[in-house]
């Protein structure tokens, strides 16, 4: 494997000087005709400069690290992708690493990543302190959360915004004609699932509705927690609702499945909402009408909050940034006519 002293010798430079090039560093120190040069010997002798050499030289690695905390929910799938085709158009490479909610991993994977030394680390957490995500950044970690915030944490945060996403959900059922509106809401410790629960909340008040705690059950943002909260619904509290809003797809797609083996019809019986707006959201049947968060959006800011952190360093407040959602309509929902 060529090294940059292999490339210094044929091309008849100084290291330095091909170091100078590899950084894009050649105007004010060569002429271009150098840099061409440089740039041909590195091209035939296929030098592949080492990032972690880079960065103990206090240069860019050109490698992100992300932390996710699910590796099969599809919201955070989509989340991946999105991050993997900022960095591959930006000429950067991705060390991608799935928390399964532990903290422990998280722990574990900041440590890895640091020994990699990437340029910086995207994750979502609600598992981590804002104290040891300020210590992380004191000694030199870039860190940028996203989906999820952490209060009083010196990092940038990039997230959609979820009150106002769950206020679009709920409104539309209202607008539909129904007042009685189940909700099966996310873990209460992720500020995300906090967010919706409010806009939810806020959205009834607002319209004259009573807020009925025996129409609000917790899920675990899964698939299968969607289902059992359905069935719990429908056996004891079937006539007490028309429509139901879930605090992610994943859940919502559960409770549909849960509502058709039971033998009722969507939108026919119930007509239900769910949030993110995944791409197996437009898959079921009916197509879930649901909430959209800009996925591409929270992707791009957060690999430029990253490759802006050198500049930005801690002098100034950090930065909130809200992304507005969308509604999207599909066949899951019906206007409900009253006698």
């Not at 004609?177 to 607002?206: D, N, V």
């Not at 705690?213 to 909260?229: D, F, P, Q, R, V």
Request: charged share 25%; aromatic share 8%.
């Amino acid at each position: 494997m060529a090294t940059i002293k292999d490339v210094a010798e044929q091309a008849g430079v100084s290291i330095t000087t091909v170091s100078r090039v590899l950084n894009n560093k050649v105007k004010g120190y060569m002429r271009e005709e150098t840099g061409q040069k440089v740039r041909k010997v590195v091209k035939e002798l296929g030098y592949i400069p080492d990032p972690r050499a880079r960065s103990l030289r206090g240069l860019e690695s050109g490698v992100i690290g992300v932390i996710l905390p699910e590796g099969v929910n599809p919201f955070y799938q989509e989340l991946a992708h999105a991050i993997t085709e900022v960095c591959y158009k930006e000429g950067y490479g991705l060390l991608l690493c799935s928390s399964e909610n532990d903290v422990k991993r998280e722990l574990s994977y900041i440590k890895l990543l640091q020994n990699q030394k990437v340029d910086g680390i995207i994750i979502s957490t609600d598992h981590l302190s804002a104290e040891v995500i300020n210590e992380l950044i004191k000694k030199g970690t870039s860190i940028v959360l996203v989906d999820e915030d952490v209060p009083e944490a010196n990092a940038p945060a990039i997230f959609a915004n979820n009150y106002q996403g769950a206020c679009l959900a709920t409104q539309y059922l209202i607008d539909l004609g129904h007042r009685s509106i189940a909700f099966i809401k996310g873990p209460m410790r992720a500020l995300s699932c906090r967010e919706r629960y409010k806009g939810y909340c806020h959205t009834l008040l607002k319209s004259g509705i009573k807020v009925e705690e025996a129409l609000i059950e917790e899920g675990g943002m899964t698939y299968k927690s969607g289902y059992k909260t359905m069935k719990s619904f429908l056996q004891d509290r079937d006539d007490k609702f028309t429509a139901i809003f879930c605090s992610d797809d994943f859940m919502a797609l559960g409770a549909m499945r849960a509502i058709q083996d039971e033998g009722k019809r969507i939108s026919d019986n119930y007509s239900i909402v769910g949030f993110d707006n995944v791409y197996v959201s437009s898959m079921s049947n009916p197509g879930l009408t649901t909430v959209a968060q800009p996925i591409n959006q929270i992707a791009s800011r957060a690999f430029r909050a990253i490759k802006d952190w050198p500049k930005r360093g801690l002098t100034k407040k950090r930065r909130h940034q809200y992304l507005n959602t969308k509604l999207i309509v599909r066949e899951s929902c019906r206007v409900l006519e009253h006698n």
